[in-house]
């Protein structure tokens, strides 16, 4: 017997079923749909074929006339209509015609898609493009001295990524009321906050009953970690948070922002506060410059109320200066990588390798002018154990600034440092890059088995067998110019002043189980701060006492100073 074709039902069973789908793998996957996403190719080409699948499965209904041994259809067929009388009917020609139309269209959709996708992606590869690829980074060649001032000490982040969310953790544990319902994000943000640099991180929710216990109300604080001083606050909301990673349908923050914006590629949504404490999400906006799917870079960034979840727009000129991060530091790792490789052409990047340099295999972030910029340093594709130079990155303008610094690698310094405390295991951080009394310095924490900060080091770039340690930052800087200085290597002392004065007022205080004093000394209306095992005479100073000050040179009511002696 032969299938007899009802393609209009069929069509519309198809399309229904279809929508329905496509909608639901839309809700869940979240895919953007744009021309430059190749998942968005995917996402069409699953429609077609399941709407072609479904067409053929209900387009036939019953069997009519003819055997099952390949006879021709008949023209005409008998039927019984509603009333049980028997009936002559004719097969439609123009229904056949209509179900083999409605299949050739959306398979010829699915050919073009492929083609499409497939050419897209060839015009768009290295080989072709090497010079786009080299383009997508521009970099300024600088001179390091001059652009990195020597900063003050509440200024040097001593924290890195694991020990801010070992210390986070520890501050919500000591929360009854958060811990029992909250958790601790495994990530956290480092950004310039009131001229400090910080990292940020928010709070999950527990699992799905402590998010139907909460939210209503939402997430009611997140944390902050100052990377100077260590300490943790726990930043208490007016209102809770109610869009982020750990909520649910429409308020889940990845979901908001898609149906908001269906067509926008995000490559990163952080979590920022601004200068006032408010919370919100950033979400940076990328698009494909080579090609179709290659030469990725940032056209802009979405704003959105963590509270509200209300959300704007903004092109990369016009991104709000309180925002630290816009290009992920992942991203301009592969832009200088695309540079460093292609920027003689793609067959030199392979034979020869003529001036091919790569990043290294780590990088760090450092504050400047308010903004913060990621460090990394640049190598040679041998694979030997020194730089060339370092590479300096604004995270939210893109401004790239190369210094040709000939140098120790960073894992040979962090070695090296890792060596010169060997008896307590300590681990180094990836390292800082600073500027110590006018050399190119390696600073970095040393931590303990439970990600402590216990000692800090600073290997010289350029001669990394100078390596300096302290309990204090002061310290640790004061060994360093020795060492300096016992090498015959010129020190430059500008960044420091001495000055003399009278005690007006004294106080200490304890702080990460170290005593620190703070001086005022007579017409001036600020403090020196001082660690008691840089400065001990302080223990026995009083009001009144004539003191020399030796500190770096800043603005504020406290500041740092790395020693005190009578005068």
Not at 154 to 182: C, H, T, Y
Not at 225 to 251: A, H, K, N, W
Not at 411 to 432: H, I, R
Request: a negative charge; proline letters at 3%.
């Amino acid at each position: 017997m032969k299938l007899e074709r009802k393609p209009v039902r069929g069509a519309v069973i198809a399309t229904v079923i279809t929508l329905l789908g496509g909608f639901l793998h839309f809700y869940f996957a979240l895919p953007a749909l744009n021309i430059h996403n190749l998942d968005a190719y995917v996402f069409l080409a699953v429609l077609i074929i399941a709407w072609c699948s479904l067409y053929a499965m209900f387009s036939h209904s019953v069997t009519r006339g003819g055997d099952d041994d390949g006879e021709k259809m008949p023209k005409d067929y008998l039927d019984v209509d509603e009333d049980g009388n028997v009936v002559r009917k004719r097969y439609s020609r123009s229904g056949k015609k209509l179900a083999v139309f409605s299949m050739k269209v959306p398979m010829a959709m699915l050919l073009i898609l492929l083609a499409v996708a497939i050419v897209g992606t060839v015009i768009g590869l290295p080989v072709f493009r090497a010079k786009a690829y080299s383009a997508l980074l521009i970099t300024e060649t600088s001179d390091f001295t001059e652009d990195i001032a020597e900063i003050s000490f509440n200024q040097i982040p001593m924290l890195d990524k694991d020990a801010a969310q070992v210390l986070a953790d520890r501050k919500l544990g000591e929360l009854s009321d958060l811990v029992s319902q909250f958790e601790v994000t495994s990530g956290t943000t480092q950004i310039n906050y009131q001229n400090r640099p910080v990292r940020v991180t928010y709070l999950n929710y527990g699992d799905a009953f402590k998010w139907l216990n909460n939210f209503r109300s939402g997430i009611p604080a997140y944390i902050v970690i100052d990377m100077v001083t260590q300490e943790v606050t726990v930043q208490r909301l007016d209102e809770g948070i109610r869009y982020s990673p750990s909520e649910y349908f429409f308020r889940d923050i990845s979901r908001h922002l898609r149906f908001q914006y269906p067509t926008k590629m995000f490559s990163d949504v952080n979590f920022e506060i601004d200068e006032e404490g408010h919370p919100w999400w950033v979400a940076s906006v990328i698009t494909k410059t080579i090609g179709l799917f290659g030469g990725e870079d940032v056209t802009g960034a979405v704003l959105v109320d963590a509270v509200t979840g209300e959300s704007t727009y903004y092109d990369v000129a016009d991104v709000p200066s309180w925002v630290d991060r816009v290009y992920t530091a992942d991203l301009l790792v592969q832009q200088y990588d695309y540079y460093g490789h292609y920027h003689n052409g793609f067959l030199n990047s392979i034979f020869g390798q003529r001036e091919v340099t790569q990043t290294t295999r780590g990088y760090n972030y450092i504050a400047l002018n308010d903004d913060v910029w990621m460090y990394t340093g640049v190598t040679s594709v041998t694979g030997d154990e020194s730089n060339v130079g370092f590479l300096l990155v604004n995270q939210r303008t893109k401004e790239a600034k190369y210094y040709p610094i000939a140098g120790a690698e960073e894992y040979s310094a962090m070695a090296s440092a890792q060596g010169a405390v060997q008896q307590y295991s300590y681990k180094a951080t990836f390292p800082l890059l600073l500027n110590v009394s006018g050399q190119p310095t390696y600073f970095m924490a040393l931590k303990d088995a439970s990600q402590l900060v216990k000692m800090y080091a600073m290997v010289n770039v350029q001669q990394y067998q100078i390596v300096a340690t302290g309990s204090t930052l002061a310290q640790c800087e004061k060994n360093y110019i020795a060492l300096l200085g016992g090498n015959n290597i010129q020190v430059n002392s500008s960044a420091t002043d001495q000055v003399t004065g009278v005690i007006a007022d004294i106080r200490s205080a304890v702080m990460e189980g170290n005593t620190h004093y703070f001086l005022r000394l007579e017409g001036e209306n600020w403090y020196y701060t001082v660690n008691v095992s840089d400065a001990p005479v302080c223990a026995i100073l009083n009001v009144g006492d004539r003191v020399t000050v030796t500190v770096y040179e800043g603005e504020g009511e406290l500041r740092t100073a790395t020693a005190v002696d009578r005068a």
